[in-house]
């Protein structure tokens, strides 16, 4: 009777028993684990990025999300296209509203483009002098003048274009400033100098400058 419980217990400490047998036992660890933790997290409705003022082409979008084993991937899609740095960029998964703005983008498109070149052709008088009168629309500026100009420039900190008009000795002009609120061209500047006067135009952000003559006086177009 002692040998028979002496060899049971022996077999009983030998058995290769599963640490849970509710597994395979193969490739066990290989399994992934779930819980009853809630990991709901809010639908995503819109969310807006504001580029810095120096941007001009957006290269690419990059998204970064998390799987249902807690993995961290992302997914990009390549661009290249001209962005306004005033807009901000949108991220939005709703369905109905993407088909929505398709279908108005479809039926606008005609209309849209029509608009577009109406506003480019009004223009606002920004600030004026006597014989100079600026005028703005969008990124342009008309500098109406019979004026010969002598130079102009960049300069930064802030981004400002400055340009030099000749006078005749007998012209008197007096510095002046003027403030436009929620324009490209925010402030102008006018000074007297000897022999010419400068017009300091200050801007809302980073830009490059074509500047060319035009029939009625010169004109600058920002990029």
């Known amino acids: ?16 028993a599963r640490e849970n047998p509710f597994f395979p036992s193969e490739g066990e660890k290989d399994l992934p684990i779930s819980s009853n933790e809630n990991r709901d997290k809010e639908p995503l409705k819109r969310v807006a990025i504001t580029l810095p003022a120096q941007a001009r ?36 998964q709703t369905f109905i509203e993407t088909q929505k703005a398709t279908s108005s983008d479809k039926a606008e498109d005609v209309p849209a483009k029509n608009k577009t070149k109406q506003k480019e052709s009004e223009y606002a008088t920004i600030a004026s002098i006597k014989d100079l009168s600026l005028l703005s629309s969008g990124k342009c500026l008309k500098i109406v003048t019979n004026d010969e100009i002598m ?17 005749g000795t007998e012209i008197d002009i007096k510095n002046s400033t ?15 100098h000897d022999g010419y006067y400068r017009v300091v135009v200050e801007l809302d952000g980073y830009y490059r ?15």
Do not use: C
Request: charged share 25%; proline share 2%.
């Open 1 to 16: 009777m002692i040998r028979i419980l002496f060899i049971s217990a022996i077999l009983l400490l030998t058995l290769n």
């Open 151 to 167: 130079r102009n420039f960049l300069l930064v900190a802030p981004h400002r274009i400055v340009m030099d008009f000749k006078k």
């Open 178 to 192: 003027k403030t436009n609120e929620q324009n490209i061209f925010k402030d102008v500047r006018i000074g007297n």
């Open 209 to 223: 400058y074509d500047f060319k003559k035009i029939s009625n006086g010169y004109q600058i177009e920002l990029k």
């Open 57 to 92: 082409v957006l290269q690419k979008v990059t998204l970064e999300f998390k799987n249902l084993d807690g993995t961290i991937e992302n997914k990009s899609i390549e661009l290249d296209n001209s962005v306004d740095w005033h807009l901000p960029v949108f991220v939005s």
